[in-house]
């Protein structure tokens, strides 16, 4: 799933990979739970056949999701992009990480994009979908790190350091669904702002109206990605480096749809893209971050 895979794991390399301590690993393979064999003492893994039982379903075959070919959450460019270049069958619904869980407990969808910060433990999305999704035999995959900062008109930047500057002027609003929302409201009050000193605009519902709305002078700043503002040549202070993933039904993920995307976004075409974007990296596209 993550370019070339290593032939073998070690006990702390396959602890590492199912977040579980050492011992747990050595349990598993005494139980016979996991694929392993034995070369010198050591007890070794193999990565292709680990990865196969990670995503193998609970019960049942794999593959045959009953769920429409849907792709749920919030709205990441390169993202969208790639399921219109692979053809692979796929639809957006994006409307922000709330409301792609919501639809994808519901079974609207095969997978939703999500960047959700939990700010006690500054992690992205594992908490999120431990707490809202833990019902779903569904598995957490790692599609990008991406720059998040301010936006503002190339005059402007500036004018501002941090959230600290956004009292008193006009912000660009995102649904209160969506993961930039969230992650506005945390970093205002860890600066002692209320929202009530930010001249909101009725909320924005992507990435690219966020950032339209500045250029055309509807706001004075967003928090928006690089990569969007990148384009329409506006001024970008980064301030948050984020994880966007992406939560996929274990079933789905063998199915044609989601298998023709993967191997698109495997291909040096998406590296190549994202590269062009900017504000992104995807060295660990497809790696496993969260196992039901």
Same mark, same amino acid.
């Given at each position: 799933?993550?370019?070339?895979?290593?032939?073998?794991?070690?006990?702390?390399?396959?602890?590492?990979?199912?977040?579980?301590?050492?011992?747990?690993?050595?349990?598993?393979?005494?139980?016979?739970?996991?694929?392993?064999?034995?070369? =010198?003492?050591?007890? /070794?893994?193999?990565?292709? #056949?680990?990865?196969?039982?990670?995503?193998? $379903?609970? =019960?049942? $075959?794999?593959?045959?999701?009953?769920?429409?070919?849907?792709?749920?959450?919030?709205?990441?460019?390169?993202?969208?992009? +790639?399921?219109?270049?692979?053809?692979?069958?796929?639809?957006?619904? /994006?409307?922000?990480?709330?409301?792609?869980?919501?639809?994808?407990?519901?079974?609207?969808?095969?997978?939703?994009?999500?960047?959700? &910060?939990?700010?006690?433990?500054?992690?992205?999305?594992?908490?999120?979908? %431990?707490?809202?999704?833990?019902?779903?035999?569904?598995? &957490?995959?790692?599609?990008?790190?991406?720059?998040?900062?301010?936006?503002?008109? $190339?005059?402007?930047?500036?004018?501002?350091?941090?959230?600290?500057?956004?009292?008193?002027?006009?912000?660009? +609003?995102?649904?209160?669904?969506?993961? =930039?929302?969230?992650?506005?409201?945390?970093?205002?009050?860890?600066?002692?702002?209320?929202?009530? %000193?930010?001249?909101?605009?009725?909320?924005?519902?992507?990435?690219?109206?966020?950032?339209?709305?500045?250029?055309?002078?509807?706001?004075?700043?967003?928090?928006? &990605?690089?990569?969007?503002?990148? $384009?329409?040549?506006?001024?970008?202070?980064?301030?948050?480096?984020?994880?966007?993933?992406? &939560?996929? *039904?274990?079933?789905?993920?063998? *199915? #044609?749809?989601?298998?023709?995307?993967?191997?698109?976004?495997?291909?040096?075409?998406?590296?190549?893209?994202?590269?062009?974007?900017?504000?992104?990296?995807?060295?660990?596209?497809?790696?496993?971050?969260?196992?039901?």
């Amino acid at each position: 799933m993550t370019g070339r895979a290593r032939e073998y794991l070690t006990v702390h390399e396959l602890a590492d990979l199912l977040r579980v301590k050492e011992r747990k690993v050595y349990d598993l393979a005494a139980s016979g739970k996991v694929p392993c064999s034995r070369a =010198t003492g050591k007890l /070794l893994f193999p990565e292709a #056949e680990i990865r196969a039982w990670m995503m193998s $379903p609970r =019960t049942g $075959p794999a593959g045959r999701s009953d769920r429409p070919n849907v792709i749920l959450g919030s709205h990441d460019p390169l993202l969208e992009w +790639a399921v219109r270049q692979s053809r692979c069958g796929l639809a957006l619904l /994006l409307d922000g990480s709330r409301d792609g869980a919501a639809r994808f407990n519901a079974g609207e969808g095969i997978a939703a994009g999500l960047h959700v &910060l939990d700010a006690g433990a500054n992690t992205w999305n594992e908490a999120f979908v %431990d707490g809202e999704c833990s019902g779903q035999d569904a598995v &957490l995959l790692s599609w990008a790190t991406r720059r998040r900062g301010l936006v503002t008109r $190339p005059g402007d930047g500036g004018r501002y350091k941090g959230v600290g500057d956004l009292a008193g002027r006009k912000v660009v +609003a995102r649904q209160s669904e969506s993961g =930039t929302d969230i992650l506005l409201r945390h970093l205002l009050a860890r600066e002692g702002i209320a929202t009530d %000193d930010v001249q909101f605009t009725d909320p924005v519902r992507s990435e690219q109206d966020a950032v339209l709305a500045v250029a055309e002078g509807l706001a004075e700043v967003t928090l928006g &990605l690089e990569s969007v503002a990148k $384009p329409f040549g506006l001024a970008f202070v980064p301030l948050v480096l984020e994880r966007f993933d992406i &939560l996929v *039904d274990r079933g789905a993920y063998f *199915d #044609e749809p989601f298998q023709a995307l993967l191997a698109f976004c495997q291909s040096p075409v998406l590296a190549k893209r994202a590269e062009a974007l900017g504000g992104y990296d995807v060295s660990g596209l497809g790696g496993v971050r969260w196992n039901a």
